[in-house]
């Protein structure tokens, strides 16, 4: 894999109502450097496991797959408690994975409501654990499968371009609660 990750994927969510049961809408942004190249749309369940699938099926049957160097996640669960195995989707793709937050996530809370409250939460604890813990770098946190710590803020930095959060992310958040609302809010 090249050092210099030019192309990369970024995918986020979209809002949803807290009663909502269901599919809930992801998107995808493809940039080639600074430019947006390309989106990606699907739809993942809600407290589901096919976050994983879905993501790999959406970049490996896109055009832009070739291209891609990497894969962003913003957060490791998708739709609530859809959690990505990000070891998982690195092996389905051959391309490394980071999940980026701007907060260190309150692991006990988390856990507690997976194994409270989520079916199959232990199997998904399971798989944040696996992802390993949340880290530190370019003033954000990441966890990561298939790069470095310092690959891993080598690829942040390149991408944040208004602020810390990568332009992949921002964008896709923008697009995703644009769709799902009719009008963009709040920050990545």
């Given at each position: 894999m090249p050092k210099h990750f030019a192309h990369v994927a970024g995918f986020d969510d979209a809002?949803?109502?807290?009663?909502?049961?269901?599919?809930?809408?992801?998107?995808?942004?493809v940039y080639a450097g600074a430019r947006l190249d390309g989106v990606l749309a699907g739809r993942v369940r809600r407290d589901g496991a096919n976050a994983t699938r879905v993501i790999a099926q959406l970049v490996r049957s896109s055009r832009f797959?070739?291209?891609?160097?990497?894969?962003?996640?913003?957060?490791?669960?998708?739709?609530?408690?859809?959690?990505?195995?990000?070891?998982?989707?690195?092996?389905?793709?051959d391309r490394p994975v980071l999940v980026v937050a701007r907060r260190r996530p309150d692991l006990a809370a988390i856990r507690r409501a997976l194994l409270e409250r989520v079916a199959g939460g232990a199997r998904k604890w399971r798989l944040i654990v696996k992802a390993g813990p949340m880290e530190p770098v370019a003033g954000l946190h990441v966890q990561r499968a298939g790069l470095t710590l310092p690959e891993a803020e080598a690829l942040l930095k390149r991408f944040a371009v208004h602020g810390a959060m990568p332009e992949p992310l921002r964008t896709a958040?923008?697009?995703?609660?644009?769709?799902?609302?009719?009008?963009?809010?709040?920050?990545?």
């Open positions: 809002p949803f109502a807290p009663a909502h049961r269901g599919d809930v809408l992801i998107v995808g942004t797959y070739p291209q891609l160097h990497a894969m962003l996640l913003q957060g490791i669960a998708f739709a609530g408690f859809n959690v990505v195995d990000i070891h998982g989707l690195h092996h389905a793709l958040h923008m697009i995703a609660g644009g769709v799902a609302t009719g009008e963009s809010t709040s920050r990545a």
